[in-house]
């Protein structure tokens, strides 16, 4: 139990945290990667991969595992709130526009690396340290298709937010082709919880409870979140009364979505989705988004690098499986994507920067595995070499994605082509 005396851990911890990851995002952008990119890295090198390896000492006394608890909780609270305002920038009328397009890039991103994913999960069974003892095989290959098929969408956001994309017609496709896509992996990952300790019963009111909710705020809750948008003038500051009435909905969106099952940075989605656009949202955003995206979302970066051992993928049978992994995810969902893409109508060069944002897998990858090590499906060596895939697949996509606009004529697409060369 924290006390007193912790919070000189809590203040340290919070400085170094901050310190790292400004200066490792600066030199990720100096490198014409997204600052995300940075505060990823950083976060693994404050742990037992890099910091810990060379000075251990140091490590074990600035971060303590008595303080990771509350590391945790403030982790998922910032995680949470940027999902939040992921949400208050979708585009309701280009998702209504393109979601046919997105439906059949979700479904073509999920499919093919779900099933490379269940053709190695045998033989990954049979590896040291890879699945706890009693994972079945069922269990692990429903996980390792969740863990291939899901799309970074909150990370995803933050590359198409710094590329000036949000809004865009390619932009709004990704994002909600990457929503489907995490959607359908919390849902795989919730049947791999409840069969893993639980009845099928579970599974059931995980994804009824899901679908019902998500179905309750766009129908109901947007109805009376409009009442509390007409107290916001665009000509007035936002009072503390409606910013405390908003983020209260938003702690108990969080929970209902975590109290069923899904993780409760959906529920900040849904409610940042279902606000009416205008003089709230905006304000909202200039209120919250630098305290989030600069303070909150570097700690569950570092929360993530504290369970991150590396040292662990350089022995040769780890080394493997995770060349098979990394393939099985990037060839898999990236051919994928492109492909439905193309045929949904999309250019050559559109259809490949959609499938290099989709094959990111950043922040809602490490949440994922995250939840399946604290469950005790997945044991430290599988962690690692996911965080790794993680790591490696999002650093991927901006390159990728800059290549892919650099090719579009101009005068086919101007927008998306300005954009991605700013």
Known sequence: MPTPQMSVYYFIQMAIILIACRWVGWLARKMGQPQVIGEMIAGVAL???????VLPNAQAAIFPKST????????????????FLVGTEVNVAHFRARYRSALWVSLAGIAMPFALAVLITPWLLTLPGLFAAKTSLFNASVFMGAATAIT???????IIHERGLTGSRLGTLVLTA??????????????????????????????????GYA????????????????????????????????????????WAMDAIGIHAVFGGFLLGACLPRGALT??????????????????????????????LVLQPTMMLAAVAAMLASFAGKGLACWAAARASGESNNSAMAIASLMNARGMMELILINIALQAGIIEPGLFSILVLMAITSTLMATPLFNWAMRRQPMGNNREYAVRASS
């Open 47 to 53: 742990g037992p991969s890099l910091f810990g390896l």
């Open 282 to 311: 905006e304000k909202l955003r200039e209120q919250l988004q630098p305290f989030v995206v600069i303070f909150l979302v570097p700690i569950f970066f570092t929360y993530s690098g504290m369970k991150t051992q590396l040292t």
């Open 178 to 211: 990457g929503a489907m896509d995490d959607a359908a992996a919390w849902c795989m990952l919730a049947i791999v919880l409840t069969s893993f300790g639980g009845g099928a019963s579970s599974a059931s009111l995980t994804m009824g409870g899901g679908i």
């Open 152 to 158: 970074a969408f909150p990370v995803l956001a933050r």
């Open 68 to 83: 990771t608890d509350v590391l945790y909780v403030v982790a998922q609270l910032g995680v949470g709130l940027y999902m």
């Open 215 to 254: 179905l309750f705020m766009i129908f109901i809750g947007r109805r009376a979140l409009r009442r509390l948008a007409d107290h916001v003038g665009p000509d007035k500051p936002l009072s503390a009364t409606v910013l405390a009435v908003v983020l209260a909905m938003f702690c108990l969106s969080a």
